[in-house]
């Protein structure tokens, strides 16, 4: 947890960590807390590869400081152990008195461990070589966390395009937020029909998803408090989770952002978090964007649609139900769900001699210039 922005987040290089040291003897455990201590780490013991596995599995250690020549089971053993338990995998350092050969050390290391110091060692060498493994296994984590994040960004993007109508757009808003941020999320986006669409999306419940239409108010409430925003590639504003959560007796503070469109109607995101770091503003900045261009898409894909599917209906208007003795009857079927654009059509047309003159136009295209010109 960063405790500048109240958010999960990589910790800086300097960061004090929670270090187990493992080994048999008391007085080396002794020395070698002491040693990090005094640096400013938290230090947990244990004097048995058991309890060191057992501690792992209680606390959230950093790193661990690993004596090779353990009672119960040998330290290589235990680092394997370590390292392959995807709960685990903290980063090793081996301290040994003992196994000091380089055929231990070439062990140690191809058994998985970070760094292999021998006994009796410096306090600045062991100090600096905890430093130098918490921040490269820092630094890792970092940059996976991003690509994590990233990759959860492409995803709601992708669902965001492939919408196919506002109420699947305004639920991928939610979700996309709610994933990248890991807090409960609600989007509110205004349909063409003119009805303001709101889905809430809570990751940590099984049942958190709403989808539903609010109160125009709840979206111009928003764009309000917006100019009271802290700057920064989003603007963001304090909100109260209970005025945009679907039930009212849920309270606490939350975080909004409105982006509006090039329509200029505007569209919100509001998650239920205290604080964003930089990363996450800069996520949800782009998430937003990307979310008011599927809008703006969607919204002139479906005007279209309803214009060109007008016309097209217009050139297929049901027949009367009988002309010249012949009963008719007519079907339209589109190739696709969404090819029913194109200006395709039929006439039906008495000759006044008992003659019917059906006519039948299977126009090339889909578009609404297809339909027009049609």
Known sequence: MNAQTGEVGPLPDDAPALVLVVDDTPASRYISSSWLRRNGHQVIEAGTGAEALATLARWPVDLVVLDVGLPDMSGFDVCE???????????????????????????????????????????????????????????????????????????????????????????????????????????LVISPDGHLRRAMVDPHKADGTVLDTVPMRLLKDLTESSADGH?????????????????????????????????????????????????????????????VLATDSLRLYTEEHTLALTLQRSFLTEPAGTIADVELGVRYVPAARNAEIGGDFYEFIDLDDGRLLVAIGDVAGHSIHAATVM
Not at 83 to 90: H, I, V, W
């Open 81 to 187: 152990r370590i390292k392959g338990d995807p709960l685990l995998a903290q980063p090793v350092i081996h301290l040994s008195a003992t196994s000091v050969r380089g055929e231990d050390r070439a062990q140690g290391l191809s058994r998985g461990a970070d760094a292999y110091l021998v006994e009796p060692v410096d306090p600045g060498e062991l100090l600096a070589t905890v430093n130098t493994v918490l921040r490269n296994y820092r630094a890792r984590a970092a940059a996976e966390g991003l690509a994590d994040r990233l990759a959860r960004l492409t995803t709601a993007t992708l669902a965001m395009n492939s919408a196919a109508d506002f109420e699947a757009l305004v639920l991928a808003i939610a979700t996309g937020a709610a994933t990248i941020v890991s807090s409960p999320a609600v989007a």
């Open 231 to 291: 700057g920064g590639p989003v603007r963001l504003s304090s909100a109260e989770w209970r005025l945009v959560a679907p039930q009212p007796e849920e309270d606490g503070g939350a975080l909004a952002a409105v982006f509006g469109s090039r329509g200029g109607q505007p569209l919100g995101i509001v998650l239920r978090t205290a604080a964003l770091g930089e990363e996450s503003r800069d996520l949800l900045a782009q998430l937003g964007h990307a979310a």
